[in-house]
């Protein structure tokens, strides 16, 4: 047997191995090659001169080589058939092997007949996601590594991609957890993607085989999957070929023949094909064009004066954002003393601690009459340095807006991670948007792309200036986006063209993704722009191209919250700051603890900031048990959800039995549990319901998800089920409903496809064990029907009804769910007359009935009762005469949303959020719905998008942002 070479080429890096005449392998190599995949093939040939001898057998493998090997016509393994011959020939006692790369992430398993698993597009929950988190924490992966050993706590962070990642650590770093417990967080997120979106519902058990870079460099991130997959040592192995394994597999599997100088031809005629090259119009035609570009901006420049010899009273308003902190102190006339843009490396309270030292440095008697912080970090920063008040980043960025542009109509500010949107009516906020979980089209876009090119991100904006045919790379996200940037990289784009093309994307993505404009007259006639994105000109010129209309871009953009913050505090701070002084900034420390809540069964993930005054911050909490003493009474404000799960609390208890059958509380049984529990009363039976759902109940069940599409209510079902399992119910009881009930307010009244039959999903995915499961197809319409359906599916696990007693129990039933729902609109009716003589502002939270779930609403409704609200849901709204909607109208739940909406139109003192889960495609057509009908009606449209992660930042400022909007329209 002659030699054998295997390459391995990938997104980020270039594997080799040599195999010699016994299989022995005389050469292994693992090398990045920085997206230069032809020159870097071509190098690492002539350094395996040496390793080989003629002919030999050649073969290439990896994401990163089929365009290579179709134009060179050279000879390709696909990845996962290379692993599965490395894994049968070399280790075949493996029962599963887990592989993870720069971008791509693989599993294999080998029980039975050998089945893979491999990622679509998406690096969520790879090597480039571990890449950017390092970047984000500004931590080497070694430290991280080391860093994840010695976690306390875990946190959830999204996986699916590094901007969701994003969304849910920075305010955990302005909460000043411990870097120790992010990263190892981090690394279970990792687990937690690889367990869900790749295993796809089959167990990962038995021998598990660990591969590819991740995986061999970080100790920490193997250990996670020990951890969470229950595994001993003997079953773990992580080889020494584990991050050349694809292409020792490659090499095995080599069977064409080469010499030397035939392969180096080859290699060297790719090196030197032509490149392929996207015709497009640049952003500027001439050097003139540019210049003036920048004249007609520097049009809106800032006041600046000097600190040092200041005597008068002096403003401050720090911008504690998602990456970067902004300080900004004013004089009387909002001339600019001291300004600062940094990036947080992780610690924003470092950042303020060291430019108030240099305000006081540079004047000493400088007088602070007010200080205001906005932003993520905005209630640290408070506590921290004693500021005299906050105020929500949407507010702060309009009063900043007006004070360049008194008529503004749109303001659109793009931030590191946030997008935010205001369209102004009359002067006053009329519409937000802010993006959701995901920061595509914002600067850590940009900024993430320019350190994996090797570049700071302000050198790189300034390189699509100059770019002659910017690169089309659509309007996806970035970890989507990482293959394209690669791609255009090996088809010969300048890192000018990929430079211009990502601003594009960014530009489009604002556009077209979060604000979703149909044309520019959606947008406005007098738009401000702000925020650090668009000091990147070649951001600032790709928005004006895309809209055709010219914006103003004031000097300091991405100050603008900041500023704003500082007008606010000059407005409205008439005495000397509490801010700390020069003395108490030099002693000032800060110590941060990670512990969990006990004071109910969420458990939340608390952080308690300590600050060396005494002074104490809890971040993370969703009530204000662990902020306030218990004996401070404040006003218990109303709140339907509340009192929905007591009256559901209080139905459990009402009928026992000794005779149990087992019910989960999810999904459409939110809505349906009075009507089951007194159905089966009447039959002799207590039902046993799964309790609400937490975090372990969602990871007990989590293996047995086969689709990571299926939005978060869906996933949790497996927990439920898993924990009446763990109950050793007989039965468990859960059928599938085509049909809900009817309510005449709509065409139809279908359940959602997945509501109406995840029972299949359940019983096709789930090990019941010695439980039986009985889903029937049931009807409410037809008594005949309904009552032979449920006769003959428990007749077979060996329970006996007649279908007399099974009709008289539905009537039963259907009383009690009538009642139930009758005395939610009286719980209504009292809510919303409370509010009227207390003059409380009214929010109709809007969702569907297992929205209700603590874990699925994150206590949404705590949030908005905290902020002076009244809550009430969109099913205690009292039955109204159908209205006519623009959509297909046949689902029960989304007809109940649609008259929401209708009635909040007909109050003037209510105004409706609309909870929507990620990954439910029905929402793309209610939002709209919803969204049309209130603006018909001079209402704001406020959405809040959740999943499993339970960071509400974002979610807090929108709520925030309207209660501030509706006092403005109000005139408060």
């Not at 623009?886 to 007809?895: C, M």
């Amino acid at each position: 047997m002659g030699y054998r070479i295997g390459f391995d080429i990938g997104s980020t890096t270039i594997k080799a191995v040599v195999l010699d005449e016994n299989n022995q392998i005389c050469y292994k190599s693992y090398e990045r090659h920085k997206a230069q995949v032809r020159q870097k093939a071509l190098d690492k040939l002539v350094e395996l001169k040496k390793y080989t001898k003629e002919p030999f057998k050649f073969a290439i493998s990896g994401s990163g080589a089929l365009g290579l090997c179709e134009q060179g016509e050279l000879p390709f393994v696909q990845e996962v058939f290379a692993s599965a011959t490395g894994v049968s020939k070399l280790y075949s006692e493996t029962d599963c092997a887990i592989e993870l790369g720069g971008e791509d992430a693989k599993i294999l398993f080998f029980q039975g007949s050998v089945e893979q698993r491999m990622n679509s597009t998406c690096a969520g929950g790879t090597g480039a996601f571990i890449d950017q988190m390092s970047t984000l924490l500004n931590m080497s992966l070694e430290e991280m590594n080391e860093a994840s050993l010695n976690y306390h706590r875990l946190y959830p962070i999204a996986s699916r991609c590094g901007v969701f990642a994003k969304t849910d650590i920075q305010p955990l770093i302005n909460q000043g957890v411990d870097k120790c417990d992010l990263c190892a967080s981090i690394f279970q997120a990792v687990v937690d993607q690889t367990i869900t979106s790749l295993a796809q519902g089959r167990k990962i058990e038995g021998n598990i085989l660990f591969l590819g870079g991740p995986l061999y460099f970080m100790s920490g991130l193997r250990k996670r999957f020990v951890e969470t997959l229950k595994l001993s040592d003997v079953q773990v192995n992580c080889p020494e070929t584990a991050i050349n394994f694809v292409a020792l597999g490659t090499a095995i599997c080599a069977d064409q023949e080469y010499t030397y100088d035939e392969l180096y031809k080859a290699l060297e005629d790719l090196v030197h094909a032509p490149a392929k090259l996207t015709e497009s119009k640049p952003l500027f035609e001439s050097e003139e064009d540019y210049q003036k570009f920048i004249g007609r901006h520097k049009l809106h420049d800032a006041k600046y004066a000097k600190l040092k010899d200041y005597a008068g009273k002096a403003y401050l308003g720090i911008d504690s954002g998602s990456t970067t902190t902004k300080l900004v102190l004013l004089d009387e006339n909002d001339a600019i003393l001291y300004d600062s843009y940094t990036s947080n490396k992780g610690n924003p309270l470092d950042v303020v601690l060291e430019d108030l030292k240099k305000i006081y440095e540079t004047n000493p008697n400088i007088k602070i009459y007010g200080a205001y912080a906005t932003g993520y970090g905005e209630e640290l920063m408070r506590h921290a340095f004693h500021l005299d008040g906050g105020i929500v980043e949407t507010m702060a960025h309009h009063t900043a807006a007006r004070s360049f542009n008194p008529e503004v109509d749109y303001i659109l500010d793009i931030g590191g991670q946030d997008i935010k949107c205001f369209k102004i009516r009359d002067g006053h906020i009329d519409d937000i948007v802010l993006n959701e979980a995901c920061s595509s089209g914002c600067g850590s876009f940009i900024e993430t792309f320019a350190k994996s090119l090797g570049y700071d991100a302000k050198e790189f904006a300034t390189l699509g200036l100059k770019s002659k045919h910017p690169v089309d790379l659509g309007t996806r996200c970035t970890v989507f986006m990482n293959s394209g940037v690669k791609q255009a990289q090996k088809n010969g784009a300048s890192i000018e063209d990929i430079s211009a093309g990502l601003c594009k994307s960014v530009v489009k993505n604002a556009l077209y993704k979060v604000i979703r404009a149909k044309n520019k007259d959606d947008i406005g006639k007098h738009i401000v722009v702000q925020g650090g994105t668009f000091q990147n000109d070649s951001v600032l010129r790709c928005f004006e191209q895309e809209l055709g209309l010219e914006v103003i871009r004031p000097s300091i953009a991405p100050l603008m919250g900041a500023y704003g913050a500082a007008l606010y505090a000059k407005k409205l701070h008439r005495t000397r700051s509490n801010i700390l002084n020069y003395e108490q900034l030099i002693k000032f420390t800060h110590k941060s603890q990670s512990v969990a809540c006990q004071g109910c069964n969420n458990h939340c993930s608390l952080t308690i900031n300590t600050f060396n005054d005494g002074t104490r911050l809890v971040a993370g909490n969703k009530c204000e048990k662990m902020v306030h003493n218990l004996d401070t009474k404040k006003e218990e404000l109303p709140d339907l959800y509340k009192i929905k799960t007591d009256m559901l609390d209080a139905q459990k208890k009402k009928f026992k039995h000794d005779k149990k059958i087992g019910m989960p509380l999810v999904l459409n049984n939110y809505d349906l549990l009075p009507f089951w529990t007194r159905f089966f009363d009447s039959l002799g039976y207590e039902i046993v319901w799964s309790t609400p759902s937490t975090k372990e109940m969602y990871h007990s069940g989590q293996q047995s998800i086969p689709s990571d599409t299926a939005c978060f209510p869906a996933k949790v079902v497996h927990g439920h089920i898993q924990q009446l399992i763990d109950k050793d119910v007989d039965v468990i009881f859960y059928p599938c409903m085509t049909y809900n009930v009817d309510e005449h307010q709509s065409d139809n009244h279908y359940n959602c496809p997945l509501v109406a039959y995840y029972p299949e999903v359940i019983a096709a995915n789930m090990d019941f064990g010695k439980t039986k499961i009985v889903y029937p197809f049931i009807n409410f319409d037809h008594d005949a029907t309904f009552a032979k359906a449920i006769c003959m599916h428990f007749e077979k696990v060996g329970i006996h009804f007649s279908e007399k007693d099974i009709i008289i129990a539905k009537n039963a039933a259907t009383n009690e769910y009538e009642a139930f729902h009758e005395q939610l609109v009286k719980e209504h009716r009292k809510a919303v007359a409370y509010a009227r003589e207390n003059n409380h502002p009214i929010i109709v939270l809007c969702g569907r009935p297992y929205h209700l779930d603590p874990l699925i609403n994150h206590q949404m409704n705590q949030l908005l009762t905290q902020l002076g609200f009244v809550v009430v849901s969109e099913e205690s709204v009292p039955r109204q005469i159908g209205h006519k909607v623009n959509v297909l109208n046949q689902w029960t739940y989304h007809a109940r949303l649609y008259q929401a909406a209708h009635y909040v139109v007909d109050n003037k003192d209510m105004n409706l959020i609309q909870l929507v889960s990620f990954g439910c495609g029905i929402d793309a057509i209610t939002s709209d719905e919803v969204r049309d009908i209130l603006k018909d009606g001079n209402k704001f449209y406020t959405q809040i998008k959740i999943d499993e992660i339970d960071n509400l930042g974002a979610a807090k400022i929108r709520l925030r942002s309207l209660k501030e909007a509706i006092a403005q329209k109000k005139g408060v």
